[in-house]
Structure formats: C-alpha cells, structure tokens
C-alpha cells in the first residue's frame, strides 16, 4: 500500500485495513482452518489456483498482514512471517539452494546463521564459502563458482557491528547471477532498506527490534521482487521448472515477481513447517507500531553512551558505528545515517579476568542471552554464548576474549550512563 505515506505512518498504518464495521485492531485468526461452501473451491485452493487461507501451517490471515507491513516499510513486494530469524534465514537461502548448491557468506554473521550455513546446511550438501566484508571486491569475485547460488550477509552484523557495503557485495552477486539476502535485523527497515541499495531479499529476526520487547520469537523474510529469475532459470529450476509436488506450477511463471515467496510458503512451509503463531505475529504488530519511535531512541541513547564510555580512564576500545573514530562510520553514514543500532561493544583495560566482577555490579543492565529489545542488557561472549572456545579460537571467530556486548534500551540515558558509572567504579 501507500508509497506515498512516509515510513512513520506505515508503522502504524500498513498491513490490516478494516473494511466498514470490521475491528480497528488487528484480529488474531486463532484457527488451525478454514471453512469453504464447496468442495471444487477447497480443490482449486489446494492448486493454487485461487487465493485464500486452507491450513495455518502453510499461511494464516493474522500473519499475513503483519508481513504486509513489514513488506512495506522495506519497500518490498510479498514477505512471509517465520517462526523464528533462524527459520527466516534458512528458508530465505533453501528457497534457492538444494544438494550440489554453493553459498557465498560474510564472516562476520550472527553465529546461530554462520552454524546454518557452515555445519548444518553443509550436512544437506549445500557448501558455504567465507568471505570477510571488508575485502576488496577482487577477493568477493573470486569466490564465486558456477553453482553459487547466492550471497549472504548482514546490514549490521551482531555482535561484531560491521556496517557492510551494500552495494559492493550486490554489484558482485548480480555480476555472478545471483541474488544478495541482507540480514537487516539490527539496521531495522526504519534506519536501513537495503533494496534501496541492490539487496534482493531482506530477512529479519522479528525477535530484536521490531517486537522490541523480548516477548516472542520471530522471524520474516521480504521479497524486493528485483531479482530476474528466469533471466537465469538455468541455475534455479526450483523457481523456474515444474515443481511435481504442486502439480507442475513453476512458480517464477505463474507467479511472476512473486515467485519467490509463494514457492516459500506453498513448499518450504508446507514441507517443513515453522511458521509463526499468530498470536506471536499480534505482538509482534503491536511492536511495529512503535518501531519508528524506539529505534531513533535506542540510537541516541547508543550514542551518548558509546561516547561516554570512549572518554573513560578505565574503557580499552569501544567498537560503536556512530562514533567518528569508528572504523565504519563513513559506511555507516552513507547507508543508515539517520543512525545504526543500539548495540555497543566495549573492552575493560582491566581486562578479561575483570569483566564478570564488573557485569555483575551492573543493577539496571541485566545479564541475558537476548540483545535489541527495550530493555538494557549485557552478556560477555567468551564467557556465554562462546564459553567453549579458548581465546585464541576466539579471535579467530571475531569475538575479543574481554568482548562486553550492551544493548542499549529506551530508559533514561542517564540511568543507564549511572548505572555504567558505580559499576566501573568497582573496577580496578
Ligand atoms: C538473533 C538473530 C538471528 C536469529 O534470530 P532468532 O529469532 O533468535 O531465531 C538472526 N540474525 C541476527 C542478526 C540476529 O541478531
């Protein structure tokens, strides 16, 4: 709907439009089916070859407007909701991919997506080579091979925070045939849409920032519909041939631009399930409704704190993209600089050995796995999330052994900056 409205509205406005007498609110269809007066209709359903809801492990109406607005607000043209971003991210590269396929990946993902891709869809014989963003385009191209089938990267990465270019890594994959799927969890659509800048599918971890209050699990992956499939059907006969398990539709023909996330949802979903509950999709609704209000928060707040910790005796590094000492500050101002994320890393100079004494006199940032909700918290990587790897495995993974990872929420930042304050304090 509406390109003419501005992102803000769109938060508010997108997906369900009730028709007179309907609810205001966006209804939870709690229902596993749907009922149909005859049977020949409930066949041509099953066809597809007319549009409506069957069964909720396939699609469901709650969900459906939910990804409407989110389709919306990353300037999309069809979008799915996923069970959680782990599914997003599979189903977004297995929608393109089978046995024999090869994927390029940015080094720096998110580790639940680089133990996807390197381990788990390994052992279903789709191969994944490794690129770090950074390196110049000659070293990208050089990956590419006649089965590559995509690339995959993240807007911003978590929790290493390289803002990736765009463009560098879209020009590449277009010049190989291939679509880019961005990860644009941290960025969220309203400070980054990276369709603007070559991307052909975004996916989403709903979980961070777009519920926004660590209350459900979430997933979505959006189609920009720019990607020419049968312009190069040759290396994607699951878009582009018969598929025999809808009796032959090929779903880039009958389908057009929207090949791509009807084939997810009529086969990925169907075969494999993990859609998300449609209670989970009305929270994650209402979380939307706030997104344009949060994240420019959470990014003041990021700020204030990134710098009141780069100007503190006791601080060894601090790794934020809004700093102007930041490494990916110039990429960072070209592709979101109304701002990038709430999440900071920093390091102690007393080092490793101090940093639990210190997280552990933190009062208002608690200790969780979770990161990107309203809420601010903190984990240590080495100790956590990476507490099997010895320091040396962990430079080598990106993550610093003294790696503090603080997710700034939308509390006053000046209970935030005190709560930092009496912690260090106790620092030594
Ligand atoms: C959390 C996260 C994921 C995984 O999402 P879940 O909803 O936890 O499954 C994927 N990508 C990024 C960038 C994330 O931060």
Not at 57 to 81: F, H, Q
Not at 85 to 110: L, P
Not at 253 to 275: C, N, P, V, W
Not at 292 to 297: A, F, I, N, S, T
Request: aromatic share 8%; hydrophobic share 40%; charged share 20%.
């Amino acid at each position: 709907m509406s390109k003419e409205y501005s992102i803000e509205t769109k938060c508010i406005q997108s997906g369900w439009k009730p028709k007179n007498g309907e609810p205001r609110v966006l209804p939870i269809y709690q229902s596993t089916t749907f009922k149909y007066d005859s049977s020949d209709q409930m066949g041509r359903l099953f066809d597809l070859e007319e549009e409506g809801y069957f069964y909720s492990r396939l699609s469901n109406p709650t969900n459906d407007y939910v990804a409407a607005k989110i389709c919306d607000l990353e300037g999309g043209i069809g979008a799915m909701l996923t069970s959680s971003g782990q599914a997003a991210n599979y189903f977004a590269v297995f929608n393109i991919c089978e046995a024999g396929s090869h994927v390029i990946m940015s080094s720096s993902v998110y580790g639940g997506t680089f133990n996807l891709l390197t381990v788990t869809m390994e052992k279903m014989g789709i191969e994944c080579s490794i690129i770090d963003p950074d390196a110049p385009v000659e070293e990208l191209n050089a990956l590419f091979r006649e089965n590559t089938r995509c690339v995959m990267a993240e807007t911003i990465a978590n929790p290493a925070l390289v803002v990736l270019d765009i463009e560098k890594f879209a020009t590449a994959a277009h010049g190989h045939g291939v679509p880019l799927i961005v990860d644009n969890t941290f960025a969220t659509p309203i400070n980054c849409r990276p369709f603007e800048f070559g991307a052909d599918i975004v996916t989403h971890s709903t979980t961070k920032y777009m519920e926004g209050h660590a209350s459900t699990i979430g997933g979505v992956i959006v189609d920009s519909g720019n990607f020419d499939w049968m312009a190069h059907a040759d290396k994607f006969p699951g878009l582009c041939t018969p598929d025999e398990s809808y009796h032959g539709i090929v779903y880039a023909e009958r389908f057009g631009k929207l090949g791509y996330i009807q084939k997810a949802t009529a086969q990925l979903m169907r075969d494999l399930g993990s859609i998300q509950s449609p209670q989970n999709a009305f929270l994650l609704n209402l979380g939307l409704e706030s997104l344009h209000l949060r994240v420019p928060r959470h990014c003041e707040n990021a700020q204030k704190v990134a710098e009141y910790l780069e100007q503190n005796e006791k601080i060894a590094w601090v790794n934020y993209p809004g700093l102007k000492s930041n490494k990916y500050y110039a990429l960072a101002q070209k592709y979101m600089p109304n701002g990038t994320c709430g999440v900071i890393s920093f390091g102690l100079k007393a080092g490793r050995a101090a940093t639990s004494d210190f997280m552990d006199k933190l009062q208002l940032a608690a200790i969780v796995t979770h990161v990107a909700d309203a809420r601010t918290c903190v984990l240590h990587p080495a100790s956590h999330t990476h507490r099997q790897m010895s320091d040396e495995q962990l430079v080598e993974a990106g993550v610093a052994p003294d790696l503090i990872r603080f997710s700034v929420g939308i509390e006053n930042v000046n209970d935030i900056i005190a709560d930092l304050e009496q912690a260090l304090a106790t620092v030594k």
